[in-house]
């Protein structure tokens, strides 16, 4: 079977499966995020916190719930890897030294699991588990119970109350991400990734030498890692290492992992707000949107362009050969569409125009479909500016799902938008003005640029991968980019609840001749129009700068 062929039927299969599950598990997920039922161990974790299950939150308390939960969590992660060395199950590694610390303990919590260290020489198997794999889980949880909550601005009616961040938080562990994950490590463990608390072992390599191999409870952690969109390798090489990730088929289920509830939850969505095409018509638009990147990206990396690459009818620098050319670039669309940031291939690698197609992926806001939760409320956000647009040009006050959209709701959405590609431009604009920044870069010119382009798209956006030409591990990077993790995922947070909770408060204004219709197909076009021209007008300078300027030369 040709090499395009084959990458038909791996693409083909994902998207018949994504849609077989989309309805089951977006119907799951309404479930447990509107029943008033509380599980007995539930209970338990809400007595040990100290809250009322019952008791609803305003936007501002549930966004100071975000931040205060977000907080502790930063400090309880940093304190386990400085503190390593004296615990158990540690290996004889050291404490992790301050400044990847931090930068490791802002990037999981955020949910971009972005790696300044090779995991299998700097953490032991307490930190990797009680600190890394907890983090997978709970930040993903943070992303689905904040989408609830802006779900319920749009649902609700004449109230500020939008659910109770605890339940959310505890519920989207136990009812959603726990089970699944459970599932999968078990998958990934038949497909041979590796799962034990073994030491180091110590063998011989055909060239005389030794090597230390380190094992570990390395299937339980990257399930969690592709389903909760975090991205982060329990080894250096990512998905690209046989312990993580075998072969071809334990390829598919990883992405599989990656894009099941993100295109799951605008079912939920739909359900909740009482109108099921709603739904429908926002996984349309993120459908779309990702098909074009995924049939993109493996039209550069098929493309061929250049001696080397036409002697063997793909670019296959940087690809792993037990997957090939279809499976990474797939793999490389899917972890960039979403907040994962895993890689099984070395993006650095790619052609110019397929790099050129992952940072896009990224500034798009990852919304097509988007990490877990964070990809739908982006994506009802922009929604919502879609229909502002559309209601300026027929003159008409616009609407979505029955709630105005005035002067503060556009402000919010519109500081919403901004905030990411102000972080990656200046941060970029920084790290090029400076010469101990540049000495960082591997590469000069066009490609060098697009390392750092890369690396602030990356960190603003939680993604987490990386161009592997730049050396990040250094003081400045670990800081910048730690202060751009946390700045891209809390402030979108806190505008996203702020302008859910003007939502909530309003009266429903009734459907008239006026009202532009938000579950049509011209919707979906405009939505899908509206995000690409944004990112081309605001990114396009800095990408005709690296990726394109490298392309055409």
């Known amino acids: ?127 990797q588990m009680a600190g890394l794999a907890v983090q997978n889980f709970v930040s993903a949880a943070v992303g689905i ?47 041979g990734a590796i799962q034990n608390f073994a030491d180091p072992h110590t063998v011989g390599t055909l060239t005389g030498g030794e090597q230390t191999i380190t094992g570990g409870p390395v299937a339980s952690q990257e399930a969690i890692k592709e389903l909760g969109t975090n991205g982060g390798g329990f080894y250096n090489a990512n998905s690209a290492h046989p312990f993580e990730n075998p072969t071809s088929w334990t390829n598919w289920i990883e992405i599989l992992l ?129 229909v502002f647009a559309a209601g300026l040009m027929v003159g008409r006050t616009p609407e979505y799902l029955g709630k105005r ?14 905030v990411t590609p102000m972080i990656v431009l200046v941060g970029t604009g920084i790290a090029m003005a400076f010469e101990t920044p540049r000495e960082s870069m591997l590469n000069s010119g066009p490609h060098g640029l697009s390392e750092v382009l890369y690396a602030f798209t990356s960190a603003a956006n939680n993604n987490g991968s990386a161009f592997g030409g730049l050396t990040a591990a250094t003081t400045f990077y670990d800081v910048a980019l730690g202060l751009a993790m946390a700045f891209g995922r809390f402030l979108p947070i806190v505008l996203a609840l702020a302008l859910a909770g003007s939502l909530a408060r309003q009266t429903p204004v009734p459907v008239s001749a006026g009202t532009l219709p938000t579950h049509r197909p011209q919707f979906v076009g405009m939505v899908a129009g509206v995000t690409l021209i944004l990112v081309a007008l605001t990114f396009f300078p800095a990408l005709a700068l690296g990726p394109l300027a490298e392309g055409i030369h």
């Open 145 to 191: 119970a904040v989408a609830m909550a802006f779900v319920r601005g749009l649902a609700r009616r004449r109230t500020g109350e939008l659910g109770n961040f605890w339940v959310d938080l505890t519920r989207a562990v136990t009812r959603v991400l726990l089970p699944i994950a459970a599932v999968a490590a078990i998958a990934l463990v038949a497909g």
């Open 1 to 127: 079977m040709g090499a395009t062929a084959a990458g038909i039927l791996f693409i083909g299969s994902l998207i018949l499966v994504l849609a077989a599950v989309h309805v089951p598990l977006g119907d799951h997920m309404y479930r447990t995020f509107t029943s008033t039922r509380h599980w007995r161990a539930e209970r338990l974790i809400y007595r040990i916190v100290g809250v009322d299950p019952d008791a609803e939150q305003v936007w501002s308390v549930y966004a100071r719930s975000v931040l205060a939960f977000s907080a502790v969590s930063v400090l309880a992660l940093y304190g386990l890897q400085r503190l390593q060395s004296h615990l158990m199950l540690s290996l004889g590694f050291g404490g992790v030294e301050p400044d990847i610390a931090w930068n490791t303990a802002i990037s999981f919590v955020t949910n971009t699991n972005w790696q300044a260290y090779s995991g299998e020489s700097a953490m032991g198997h307490l930190a």
């Open 405 to 418: 959209i005035g002067a503060r709701e556009i402000k919010l959405a519109s500081m919403y938008f901004l």
């Open 258 to 386: 990656i894009l099941l509830i993100p295109f799951s939850l605008p079912r939920t969505f739909g359900r909740m707000v009482g109108d099921r095409r709603q739904g429908g018509a926002i996984v349309a638009v993120m459908a779309a949107l990702a098909l074009i990147s995924v049939v993109a990206l493996n039209a550069a990396q098929l493309a061929h362009h250049g001696t080397v690459p036409e002697s063997v009818t793909a670019a296959s620098e940087g690809t792993e050969a037990r997957f090939g050319i279809s499976n990474s670039a797939t793999f490389a669309a899917a972890t960039t569409l979403t907040s994962t940031g895993a890689v099984d291939s070395f993006h650095d690698s790619y052609t110019s125009l397929g790099g050129a197609v992952t940072m896009l992926n990224m500034m798009v806001g990852e919304v097509a479909p988007g990490g877990v939760g964070s990809g739908l409320y982006g994506m009802l956000i922009l929604a919502i500016i879609t």
